[in-house]
């Protein structure tokens, strides 16, 4: 068995996290300003202006902000669905509706933002819809990035929600009913603690995807920056990778942390 | 079950958040026929003009088939390794098996920018390759393998071992059971695991970013570059809206493909 594991553990062990590894050492590299090489000098540089100066301060909370507020509105969205799919929907309905939801995830991912891109513009359909009640667009902005952010990773909250709402065996409705439980007291009570790690599932997809995410704010969020765009902007020869390598440890240790805290919900067995 | 009037609310929550799902999407198919290209709305008129344009794009074509190319060899290189990974945990209970599952997910847990820096830093900063076609399909394919590996654990998962068992006791090897057993018992998963991959790579743009040299365009990287030219907008509006009818394509076969919905479907990521 050890033997079939070997290809993909030097793949994955060796090859990937070697790569996570460098990038860390390089993070504790610099860069000569003047020649613009990498000197291979240790140095906590990076790290220092990372926490001091506010600028990065700033975006680093925003992004963490915003990777919340978009995981928040995915759950609240996704639950209702997912549970109409598992346990309302007849059986056909149920495979339409796996396709519904599906047919977005699989369009492709800058077709969506740029979709966005075009609802939020100075003369789109939300401006079109609101322009009459004396409203405008909100433009392109940190509230278009949220939503454009929220509506791309939807399909991965709902995936997971509904496939551990499906596990959840109809006999415990009946019995939470049969005992004297309400529609509602089942769901608070019996449905949501038993679907709550593949909420956790779901989340983990919504949070990291948006603590990632440069395109998408590119495309719709004009002049806002998250911290995939300042580890965007930073790499390419002619600007600062060790600084890039430093931002981007940011999400890898909230990402280990979440991991981490995901792990003892049992999550990750609903990836 | 649930009471009459959850039920109801439900179904309308579900019917309006699919329709306000699909109202960008349909506003892209729309807009490919908008004679006005800066997409105003609602469309002064409908022309076909658009959709001649980005068939006779160059641009748009060089760029399809190498995200093919792309797509095609992480796929690949993900459904040897997704599949022996799968194997290898099978039926072991070793102390490691929770790290190897965590350092699969790992490549699509982390934000496509750490994955797509530590790939760049590696190839340039530390071995000093250049990046080209195949440093993409490396980086692709790290983030492929969940796919086939959720699929292939899943199927092995339903149905056991007693066909291969049997299949040894009736004297067959390991190589004639895994070709005779093994493999046909397999074969629906790795298709829709495969699909997934492809999908996966053929959209991906954060990490390609990071590890393609200029002259590699990925069909998502041409979009992007196209996005806010002008005179390029409405030729990229058509690329959107043919991505989006094609994508019922692979969902249709993952359908079919994969027993049960939840298998393969929920590994999309």
Not at chain 1, 145 to 171: C, H
Request: net charge positive; glycine share 8%; aromatic share 12%.
């Amino acid at each position: 068995m050890g033997l079939l594991l070997t290809p993909p553990m030097l793949w994955l062990g060796v090859a990937y996290l070697g790569a996570l590894g460098a990038l860390l050492v390089t993070s504790l590299w610099s860069q000569n300003d003047f020649t613009g090489e990498i000197e291979r000098i240790w140095t906590l540089d990076n790290f220092r202006s990372l926490l001091t100066v506010d600028v990065y301060r700033t975006i680093t909370f925003r992004t963490l902000m915003v990777a919340a507020v978009v995981t928040v509105v995915d759950a609240v969205l996704a639950f209702p669905i997912a549970l109409y799919m598992a346990k309302v929907a007849s059986r056909r309905a149920q495979r339409l509706l796996v396709i519904a939801v599906l047919m977005p995830l699989w369009a492709s991912y800058l077709v969506k933002a740029y979709a966005w891109r075009g609802m939020f513009s100075a003369d789109g359909p939300i401006a079109w819809i609101a322009q009459p009640f004396g409203l405008d667009t909100p433009g392109y902005g940190l509230f278009a990035t949220t939503v454009t952010l929220a509506y791309l990773w939807l399909p991965y909250m709902i995936l997971p929600v509904f496939a551990g709402i499906e596990r959840v065996p109809d006999s415990l409705f009946e019995a939470s009913a049969d005992l004297g439980a309400g529609s509602w007291q089942t769901l608070r009570r019996v449905v949501i603690p038993m679907a709550f790690p593949a909420i956790v599932a779901g989340s983990i997809f919504t949070f990291s995807l948006t603590m990632g995410d440069y395109i998408a704010v590119k495309i719709v969020g004009g002049t806002t920056q998250m911290l995939g765009n300042v580890v965007y902007d930073n790499q390419g020869a002619a600007n600062n990778l060790p600084f890039a390598a430093a931002v981007a440890t940011i999400p890898i240790v909230v990402m280990l942390g979440y991991l981490a805290a995901a792990r003892r919900t049992g999550a990750l067995e609903n990836l | 079950m649930l009471s009459h009037g959850l039920r109801r609310s439900l179904t309308v929550f579900t019917l309006v958040v699919l329709v306000i799902v699909y109202v960008p999407l349909a506003l892209v198919l729309l807009n490919s026929f908008n004679t006005d290209n800066t997409f105003g709305w609602p469309p002064a008129g409908l022309t076909l003009h658009w959709w001649q344009l980005a068939w006779e794009s160059q641009g748009a074509r060089d760029a399809l088939w190498t995200s093919v190319k792309v797509a095609i060899m992480a796929t690949v290189v993900a459904l040897a390794l997704g599949t022996l990974a799968a194997m290898g945990l099978r039926r072991t209970r070793f102390f490691g098996r929770n790290v190897v599952s965590l350092l699969i997910i790992l490549p699509i847990a982390l934000p496509g920018v750490v994955t797509g820096l530590a790939f760049q830093n590696g190839f340039r900063t530390i071995l000093g390759i250049d990046l080209s076609l195949w440093t993409i399909v490396i980086a692709h394919a790290t983030f492929c393998i969940v796919t086939v590996f959720n699929n292939v654990q899943a199927r092995f998962a339903r149905l056991g071992s007693n066909f291969e068992q049997a299949s040894m006791d009736l004297g067959a090897g390991r190589l004639t059971t895994f070709r005779l057993v093994t493999f046909p018992m397999l074969r629906s998963a790795l298709l829709a695991g495969a699909l997934l991959s492809f999908g996966l790579s053929f959209d991906e743009i954060v990490v390609t970013t990071f590890t393609a040299s200029s002259q590699d365009q990925t069909l998502p990287i041409w979009i992007f570059q196209n996005l806010f030219r002008p005179n390029q907008a409405p030729i990229v509006n058509v690329v959107a809206a043919v991505l989006v009818v094609f994508s019922a394509i692979p969902i249709y076969l993952a359908q079919r493909l994969s027993g049960s919905h939840a298998e393969g479907l929920t590994g999309a990521r």
